[in-house]
């Protein structure tokens, strides 16, 4: 029919989020097993007095930032493939789809062959016997993590070639109503899971947010517990009391970053989402004919601009993401 468009959504089990499952999990269990990984002085001394027969902070960091880049680059895969479908002779696109499917396979490869390396040097012989079990436990996920990413990276185009055949259509008409394939209007339930999946474009904001409301909870959780060391530090050494507070401090300028990080990225989500609705919410209300503004008084319809879409930003995007860790944490 003329003046009706359609967009196009993905099933929820399919292999991207397979993946990122995967890469999600990988950063997870490297850093929880790292952080198990005996008491206080032996995490901080894994960290300061870093070696590389005996330390795995950087496997734990390098878990982190591959699932940043990878759970990236595997999405702007899957996003480019998708418009590719409509535009498959866009240089442009095809040449943004290959930068990052290289990129994506170059990372993996290289965190595979670091990997490989440390496992090597540290399994070697009696040397892994001074590390703490859950230490070569991370040496073990890393090189485990690192192979199934470079497999499953290798195979990611191929498998981005069936989204045809995934893809599922929705079709509205001129009015901005979803209809079936006959034109006729499809009713959908107004609820709470219709309304977080309009911020989906802000999901990767509000996931960095997350990350850094992680470290700046976990900072604030860890300066009573080295203003504690400091008071031990005080009956042996003065040179431990230095130590021991410049530790204090760059925990306290990390979390400083990292709180400035979380207020931005969430404000940055919550402006972008309510713009957004903003737009929408206009084009559908002059859409309507011109006895609707004869029956609806024009107080109400601008507080539904200005008041109500600043209510839904909160619950979309900084509520329902706060609910979430609250709960992780407990």
Not at 85 to 113: C, H, M, W
Not at 133 to 150: D, G, M, N, P, R
Request: glycine content about 4%.
């Amino acid at each position: 029919m003329e003046g009706n468009r359609a967009y196009y959504t993905l099933p929820l089990f399919r292999y991207t989020n397979s993946v990122r499952f995967l890469v999600f999990l990988d950063g997870v269990v490297c850093v929880a097993l790292w952080l198990a990984g005996g008491r206080t002085q032996y995490l901080e001394d894994n960290v300061v007095h870093f070696d590389f027969y005996r330390s795995v902070f950087e496997l734990a960091c390098l878990s982190l930032l591959r699932m940043c880049l990878l759970f990236h680059f595997f999405t702007r895969i899957e996003e480019i493939s998708m418009k590719l479908l409509d535009e498959p002779y866009d240089r442009g696109l095809i040449k943004k789809r290959q930068a990052y499917y290289v990129s994506a396979i170059f990372f993996t490869l290289l965190s595979t062959a670091y990997a490989v390396t440390k496992g090597v040097f540290v399994l070697h012989e009696e040397s892994y016997k001074e590390m703490h079990s859950t230490y070569v436990a991370v040496c073990i996920a890393s090189l485990v993590f690192s192979v199934l990413e470079l497999l499953l990276a290798l195979a990611f185009l191929r498998m981005a070639r069936r989204l045809q055949v995934m893809r599922i259509v929705h079709r509205y008409n001129s009015d901005g109503q979803e209809i079936d394939e006959e034109g006729n209007t499809i009713k959908k339930k107004v609820n709470l899971r219709r309304l977080f999946t309009m911020a989906r474009d802000e999901w990767w904001i509000l996931g960095l947010g997350g990350i850094a409301l992680l470290v700046s909870s976990a900072s604030n959780m860890m300066a009573p517990l080295f203003f504690s060391f400091v008071v031990d530090a005080a009956l042996t050494s003065i040179e431990k009391v230095n130590h021991t507070v410049l530790v204090l401090l760059l925990i306290y300028i990390g979390g400083a970053i990292a709180a400035f990080f979380r207020s931005w990225l969430f404000t940055l989500a919550g402006m972008r989402f309510v713009a957004r609705l903003r737009e929408e919410l206009f084009a559908a209300i002059i859409k309507n004919e011109i006895a609707f503004f004869d029956t609806t008084r024009t107080g109400e319809l601008t507080n539904r601009l200005a008041s109500d879409t600043g209510v839904v930003q909160n619950t979309v995007t900084v509520s329902v993401l706060y609910l979430y860790l609250c709960h992780a944490w407990a």
